[in-house]
């Protein structure tokens, strides 16, 4: 490794949180204005990390906090993975790790409503790990590599060759985002459904890590997004606006729906959609 | 030390979480601590969320009357809460009991069972005079420390156990 790959990991792993916490922070300003209200200011949601960081350390068991720590450590190691342009599938292992252990955090204590999310959680899981796998293969398909480096060596913007795998893309993005219609897990904006589910017994510092884990994850996925237009920045940055703004619309004008609906829905629309991606690229080829 | 301390307490002030407990109220001042939530005050401009849960909130908002059967849960839901922890009594009846102060199921008002430390009075209080309320607490939460805990978090694990393991001895219906 040179130097400037360990400035760069160095870098993303200090930005990382100051980004996804901003960008959570126009998230929920913006919902506010949809709904006809002022909203919070940006930066409310490092008000609320650093408020939840001086609170009394409350815990059920060890595991909570033995699986907090996992959980962020994993979500660290994919950005930094990212940043030094390893291999996606690597990151997407690294990234499932931690998933799992949030998942095990809230399996580890008797509270039903915490034993309901998880399970809830691992359901949504199972609906964007094969997707994602589908949209890496994808990448894989156009530019004959999982190497993130030669990814970016690739001349064109591979969103036009896979723009359908790209729409796969965005429904991992909102189960990940826990945005409705598929934040049947936990969700955020004050739902108050199954009282926030896999979160319930997460409190004071520990929720605090959490959600500095989950901006690590939401740069994570907006930067798998930012590989779709990576030759020119103006693309870039046009490709993640509007897809983050189509997010937060389709997060205020759907409702809630079941996870066997979520289930059913993302699976069959997001396979034929990859099916119909590849078999144009292989139209294209012959 | 000094830059985190104010740190700390800007942002207290700036993300209060409210838990809402109904202990045995009429429902008129539920009503107007949701209306809090409306566009028309928009108390999320604060930083003010409704939160389902005790674990994650920092004010308890409680309205209505003590009686000896909710006191228990009202008495669980802010012992779940985690320092520094501030609570919230509304209306006539959460203040002092009310019309049904003398009651014979009534024990009273909130501070009866928990420490309370703003009194929002009204039948049923504004939804000006709660955001207010919240705001007088706010100054009350800002510097306050969370108790030193004598016993180590071990010895609070271990009977937390005990207590999961002996639940059968405590269910009512078999």
């Known amino acids: 490794m040179d130097f400037k790959t360990i400035s760069f990991v160095i870098l993303a792993i200090i930005l990382a949180p100051l980004a996804g916490g901003l960008l959570a922070g126009i998230d929920r300003r913006l919902t506010a204005w949809f709904q006809g209200r002022f909203g919070p200011p940006i930066l409310q949601p490092f008000y609320d990390v650093i408020k939840l960081l001086g609170k009394e350390p409350q815990v059920v068991n060890y595991w909570q906090i033995f699986c907090v720590h996992m959980y962020l450590v994993a979500s660290i190691l994919c950005v930094a993975l990212f940043a030094m342009q390893a291999d996606l599938l690597m990151i997407f292992f690294v990234m499932t790790i931690g998933a799992v252990f949030m998942v095990v955090g809230a399996l580890a204590v008797p509270s039903p409503y915490s034993q309901l999310g998880a399970q809830r959680e691992l359901i949504q899981m199972l609906t964007y790990e094969p997707l994602l796998i589908i949209v890496f293969v994808g990448i894989y398909f156009v530019t004959g590599s999982f190497k993130i480096d030669a990814i970016l060596d690739y001349e064109r913007p591979i969103f036009l060759m896979l723009p359908l795998l790209y729409l796969v893309l965005t429904f991992a993005l909102t189960i990940k985002l826990r945005k409705s219609p598929f934040d049947i897990s936990a969700s955020h904006h004050a739902h108050q459904e199954l009282v926030r589910g896999v979160l319930t017994e997460y409190s004071g510092p520990y929720l605090a890590i959490l959600e500095i884990a989950h901006w690590y994850d939401i740069v994570l996925i907006l930067a798998i997004c930012s590989l779709f237009w990576s030759t020119s920045w103006i693309g870039l940055v046009i490709l993640l606006a509007v897809t983050y703004m189509a997010e937060i619309i389709i997060d205020n004008v759907t409702p809630r729906m079941t996870w066997k609906w979520m289930l059913t829905y993302v699976w069959a629309v997001g396979i034929s959609l990859s099916f119909f991606n590849m078999a144009l690229l292989y139209a294209k080829s012959f | ?174």
Request: aromatic share 6%.
């Open chain 2, 1 to 174: 030390m000094g830059f985190f301390q104010d740190l700390l307490h800007t942002s207290r002030v700036k993300s209060p979480w409210l838990i809402h407990f109904d202990c045995g109220s009429c429902n008129g001042c539920d009503i107007e601590v949701l209306a809090c939530l409306t566009p028309v005050y928009d108390v999320e401009r604060f930083g003010i969320l409704n939160i389902g849960n005790p674990k994650h909130a920092d004010i308890l908002v409680v309205s209505g009357t003590v009686n000896p059967r909710n006191a228990k849960a009202l008495k669980n839901i802010y012992d779940q809460m985690p320092d520094p922890k501030a609570v919230i009594a509304i209306g006539a009846c959460g203040t002092s009991g009310g019309v049904f102060r003398e009651a014979y199921n009534v024990l009273g008002g909130i501070d009866k069972v928990i420490p309370v430390d703003v009194y929002v009075p009204g039948c049923p209080s504004k939804p000006e005079a709660i955001i207010d309320g919240v705001v007088l607490a706010l100054e009350k939460l800002k510097k306050r420390r969370p108790e030193k805990d004598t016993e180590p978090l071990v010895a609070d694990l271990k009977k937390a156990r005990e207590f999961y393991e002996n639940r059968e001895d405590r269910q009512v219906t078999r």
